[in-house]
């Protein structure tokens, strides 16, 4: 993180060629028309993106489906319980009070992993247990 720090600290005294070099250089991309202070925020920020692990998986989804406006996911929450019938077969998956997800007296890492195991092909579990529908016309 040091080596960050340092990266960020030496910005404050380049001025707009050297900021653009810069840009350039970390992103590929053409140098935008800003202020000086804009591409020393811009550059800083890819400085740190590329440093770090970035958005959590789910958070990425979320933000993906948002962007696409196709469906909506509904979160799961400790207490909920989730029933779907299947082959004659009423299946129903607990949420427990950590986010575990419990079916057949078992925990799983996931709806879609409970799912696949009741039909035997690959589905999201969101989509089986009725959580994640189209998204309304507005």
Same mark, same amino acid.
């Given at each position: 993180?040091? &080596?960050?720090?340092?990266?960020?600290?030496?910005?404050?005294?380049?001025?707009?060629?050297?900021?653009?070099?810069?840009?350039?250089?970390?992103?590929?991309? @053409?140098?935008?028309?800003?202020?000086?202070?804009?591409?020393?925020?811009?550059?800083?920020? &890819?400085?740190?993106?590329?440093?770090?692990?970035?958005? @959590?998986?789910?958070?990425?989804?979320?933000?993906?489906?948002?962007?696409?406006?196709?469906?909506?996911?509904?979160?799961?929450? @400790?207490?909920?319980?989730?029933?779907?019938?299947?082959?004659?077969?009423?299946?129903?998956?607990?949420?427990? &009070?950590?986010?575990?997800?419990?079916?057949?007296?078992?925990?799983?890492?996931?709806?879609?992993?409970?799912?696949?195991?009741?039909?035997?092909?690959?589905?999201?579990? @969101?989509?089986?247990?009725?959580?994640?529908?189209?998204?309304?016309?507005?």
């Amino acid at each position: 993180m040091a &080596e960050l720090s340092d990266k960020l600290a030496a910005l404050t005294t380049m001025d707009k060629s050297a900021l653009g070099d810069r840009w350039a250089k970390l992103t590929g991309r @053409p140098i935008p028309k800003a202020s000086a202070q804009m591409l020393r925020l811009a550059v800083a920020y &890819e400085l740190q993106s590329k440093t770090s692990p970035g958005l @959590p998986r789910k958070i990425r989804q979320r933000l993906n489906q948002a962007a696409s406006r196709k469906t909506t996911t509904q979160d799961i929450r @400790p207490g909920m319980r989730l029933a779907r019938e299947y082959g004659g077969k009423l299946h129903v998956v607990a949420i427990g &009070e950590k986010g575990e997800i419990i079916w057949n007296e078992r925990e799983w890492r996931s709806l879609s992993e409970v799912a696949r195991a009741i039909t035997g092909t690959r589905w999201s579990g @969101p989509a089986f247990f009725g959580l994640k529908k189209k998204a309304s016309a507005a």
